[in-house]
């Protein structure tokens, strides 16, 4: 499937204002990529200034979109709902401004059950501008919204 044509929303269960990931670029079944240009009116922007509570959701909104996607894609199934359980060595070198674009990855470095821990990158342009590990729990409740 061409990832440009994917509408991100068919794979994230959060909803505007609330969508952290703009692209979907590439997803397999253990990692995802994602791209998110930072907006003015972004609800985690403050003064042109995008912010650390931002830069962690657009890494746990990585992650659920890859999952989105194989839920979606590849079991033909629904997304699922999932909780942020713990973010562990989570290092920050900048923040974004307004108008730069995020690129984020994320790898699952393990996997037990429903509880899912991944390392992410979050890169503008070539630069590392933050990474970390994160423990999500993947719940059985499906989305209920029909995007």
């Known amino acids: 499937m061409n990832m440009i044509d994917v509408d991100i929303l068919t794979f994230i269960p959060q ?3 609330f969508v952290m990931v703009g ?7 253990k990692s995802a990529c ?3 240009l930072i907006s003015d009116d972004n609800i985690f922007a403050q003064n042109g200034t995008f912010a650390e509570a931002g830069v ?3 890494m746990a909104q990585t992650c659920a979109a890859g999952m989105g996607y194989i839920n979606v894609c590849t079991h033909n199934n629904t997304v699922k709902i999932g909780f942020l359980s713990a973010i ?3 290092n920050l070198k900048r923040l ?3 108008g ?3 690129t984020t990855c994320v790898s699952i470095m393990e996997q037990v059950m429903d509880m899912i821990l991944i390392k992410s990158e979050v890169k503008i342009n070539e630069e590392l501008i933050a990474e970390g590990d994160m423990k999500i729990f993947i719940t059985d409740i499906d989305n209920e919204d029909d995007t």
């Open 100 to 102: 730069e674009t995020l």
């Open 88 to 90: 562990k060595n989570f």
């Open 96 to 98: 974004p401004k307004a």
């Open 34 to 36: 994602t791209k998110l």
């Open 56 to 58: 962690i959701e657009n």
């Open 15 to 17: 909803r505007p204002p």
């Open 23 to 29: 692209k979907l670029l590439s997803v397999d079944d």
